[in-house]
């Protein structure tokens, strides 16, 4: 960020984040910080967040996993798991973005040359010579399957990104591997996520476990994340975030947090 106003210019990721330089004196001080709170409720008892520290993380709501002709699809995984996040979504995320909040799109977008990938990601994707797997083309055709600047690494018509959005690329379960996830998340002064997506005990798992050994607040919305898996899975999951990684609420809850928060302002 480069922004000149009058005689003044800032440098850095984020207003909060930033260098300013004044008539020839470059000041490294950052602008003190007023909080928005939220208080909603979760499975354990009410929590407070900063709204303007906070981001709602949308894990894999793209083509390949949940429309119809997607590599998910033509796989013959079940579009009603993978797709029953995007009616809290629809919801949550206009009113998430109106209170100030931001939102991380997380999405598969491998390499189309699959140099990164390793043996086992290559074997999760295609177990069997008759298989389509990462970076190849399904029957139908709206080719390489999980290509950065794919159709199928592109989000879901249903859920449309916003300008101010951030989208980040992972080629892991976890996204906060090997890529530029947390200096991003950092740069931004982002110190809470609030997780949502696809599959509960896949990726959104995955990088919500990586989320909380680096650091971060982290919130699981149940109901706003699903899994083709058997439910106790989900509930396992649930069970282990609660008792070692953070907080298990629901979209639902935040959603009348917001709404609250809006007629009190």
Known sequence: MKKTIDDTEAYGPHPDNAWHRHYGVTSLLRPPHTPQPLLFGSDQGNLELD??????VVVDMQNDFCHPEGWFAQKGASMRATRR????LRKLLPAWRQAGGRVVWLNWGIRA???NLPPVVHFVG????GEVGYGEHSPIDHGPALVQGSWGAEVISELPPEPADIQVCKHRLSGFWDNELDSILRGQGITSLLFAGINTDRCVFSTL???AFLGYDCVLLRDACSTPSPAYVSRAIHFLVA???GFVATAAA???AIASHHQES
Do not use: E, F, Y
């Open 209 to 211: 476990q990586d989320a």
């Open 85 to 88: 996040p995007i009616a809290p």
């Open 113 to 115: 040359d699959r140099l």
């Open 126 to 129: 295609k177990r069997g010579a």
């Open 243 to 245: 008792q070692c990684h």
């Open 51 to 56: 709204i303007s520290t906070s981001a709602v």
């Open 254 to 256: 935040l959603n009348t």
